[in-house]
């Protein structure tokens, strides 16, 4: 039981963080993210992929819901946003020690914990 109240904490963690991010695209829009993928020379359409992996996959590990999907989704929506906007930071530190892109990593650690063990009993489908 106590398995499944840590999945349960992990994956409301994780599902809610990222579901704040996904909001915010929502409400402002993905511009600054089609930009950065043009810079890169992919097309700016792929901007809306971080409604899937910001949105829906927060929905999905939320719910238990094909929870381990929804943790691959932002997993890639991770990967992205750190060849993106913060590949130079992943050797990095802040002035305080931390590690540039530790929420990133958070996230991406996360969402691989969650893919690997699943979404326990207090799930949808336990998926």
């Known amino acids: 039981m106590a398995d499944d109240i840590g999945k349960l904490v992990l994956r409301l963690t ?3 963080l990222i579901l704040l991010h ?13 930009g950065m993928l043009q810079a890169q ?6 901007a809306y992929g971080v409604y899937v992996g910001e949105v829906i996959a927060a929905l999905l590990v ?9 943790a691959g989704f932002i997993m890639v929506n991770m990967l992205f946003a750190l060849a993106l906007a913060h590949r130079q930071d992943v050797l990095a530190l802040t002035k305080n020690g ?11 650690f996360t969402a ?12 949808i489908n336990r998926r």
């Open 112 to 123: 691989l914990a969650i893919a690997l063990i699943g979404p326990g009993r207090y799930s």
């Open 98 to 108: 931390g590690w540039a892109i530790e929420l990133q990593a958070f996230y991406f």
């Open 41 to 46: 020379g992919l097309p700016a359409a792929l």
């Open 14 to 16: 994780l599902g809610g």
């Open 62 to 70: 939320l719910a238990g819901f094909y929870a381990r999907i929804g």
């Open 22 to 34: 996904g909001i915010s695209k929502v409400k402002n829009g993905v511009e600054a993210i089609a």
